[in-house]
């Protein structure tokens, strides 16, 4: 049975800009980027993200966040898929952190608001070294619209 498995969880402010996402740490990632930031989440630990856990955590903290993050997941996109959907019929926004470099077939970006895609490469950085190759996206009327620039600006003081 496809499963994700969920390693951790937090509220974070950073990952998508202009929202207090949920982000939910997916373990079990196949990806092998050189210089991987997340080893502990390259192997299989944690508990099934299944419809229970989920809407478990949406009855939670469903009215602390406006956003629910998909953190990794890459082994099993069309779960992600699914779960976004999931998450879709709520009011909440979705993001998938996605460390492939392309939307899988099995991904409706219609059940998405925003997409992060691109392996990590420690020589260029994550999304806020101005010399990434990650790009951070905002999906319109089904088109993914570059929005990698947010994470460049300096803060005003
Ligand atoms: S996508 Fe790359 S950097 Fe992220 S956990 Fe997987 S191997 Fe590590």
Redesign the pocket.
Known sequence: MNMLLLASYDIVFQEVPGEVTLALNLSA?P???PG????H??EATGEPLDDELLTGLLARYGTSVTCVAFM?G?GEPAEVNRLAALVKTSELKTAWYS?RAQIPPTVDLSNLDFVKLG??DPNRGGLDSLTTNQKFYKVEQGQLIDKTDLFHKKPII
């Open positions: 990632c990806n092998r980027c991987c930031h997340s080893v989440l390259r990794g890459d460390g392996p990590y």
